[in-house]
T-cell receptor, first 116, second 110 residues
Framework: NAGVTQTPKFRVLKTGQSMTLLCAQD?????MYWYRQDPGMGLRLIHY???????AKGEVPDGYNVSRLKKQNFLLGLESAAPSQTSVYFC???????????????FGDGTRLSIL | DAKTTQPPSMDCAEGRAANLPCNHS???????VYWYRQIHSQGPQYIIH???NNETNEMASLIITEDRKSSTLILPHATLRDTAVYYC???????????FGPGTRLSVLP
């Protein structure tokens, strides 16, 4: 049981390049999330998904797109990378709401992305 | 914005209990209190959560005041490996109200 797995772990891009970050979870969780963390700061929510085929904007969605084609995968895309997107990106997942709405989010180990 | 207030840093002697406070005076009736920690630049690690009763697990204890406006995370016997940033979060775990503030940087000293 791997939990939440993020790939790649590190990446360096040039301004204007595009890339996709992959998050995979094997816990059959309905909810998945993408956060970014800048130095010395807490995590900020970029986008999230409440189920396969659905996505929603978080606190800082501009410059990012996401897709949830399969329940276990949540992709984060940067179409035209900018230096301001240099950050550590974390993916998380949690069980569905309702009677289990208190279940905590589980996090991956992050992707460190540098935009030159 | 985070709905919690935590001290920016704390020290604790190795082997002693670490008591990390959190104020959440605007907590709603259906919102839980969650605690996570982040060691170096690893992903946040879930520690414990609760609604109104005190909770204990193998990692820590969570004490929530009767009015639910504050809580304390207790690490009963802190070790050097407990040095981390600890986040107190109030909300429900799904959706966009799960907000991480700056947290408390706990340093466990030998």
């Amino acid at each position: 049981n791997a939990g939440v797995t993020q790939t790649p772990k590190f990446r360096v891009l040039k301004t204007g390049q595009s890339m996709t970050l992959l998050c995979a979870q094997d816990m059959n969780h309905e909810y998945m999330y993408w956060y970014r963390q800048d130095p010395g700061m807490g995590l900020r929510l970029i986008h999230y998904s409440v189920g396969e085929g659905t996505t929603a904007k978080g606190e800082v969605p501009d410059g990012y797109n996401v897709s949830r084609l399969k329940k276990q995968n949540f992709l984060l895309g940067l179409e035209s990378a900018a230096p301001s997107q240099t950050s550590v990106y974390f993916c998380a997942s949690s069980y569905s709401w309702g009677t289990l709405s208190n279940q905590p989010q589980h996090f991956g180990d992050g992707t460190r992305l540098s935009i030159l | 914005d985070a709905k919690t207030t935590q001290p920016p840093s704390m020290d604790c002697a190795e082997g002693r209990a670490a008591n990390l406070p959190c104020n959440h005076s605007t907590i709603s009736g259906n919102e839980y209190v969650y605690w996570y920690r982040q060691i170096h630049s690893q992903g946040p690690q879930y520690i414990i959560h609760g609604l109104k009763n005190n909770e204990t697990n193998e990692m820590a204890s969570l004490i929530i005041t009767e009015d639910r406006k504050s809580s304390t995370l207790i690490l009963p016997h802190a070790t050097l490996r407990d040095t981390a940033v600890y986040y107190c979060i109030v909300g429900i775990s799904y959706g966009q109200n799960f907000v991480f503030g700056p947290g408390t940087r706990l340093s466990v000293l030998p």
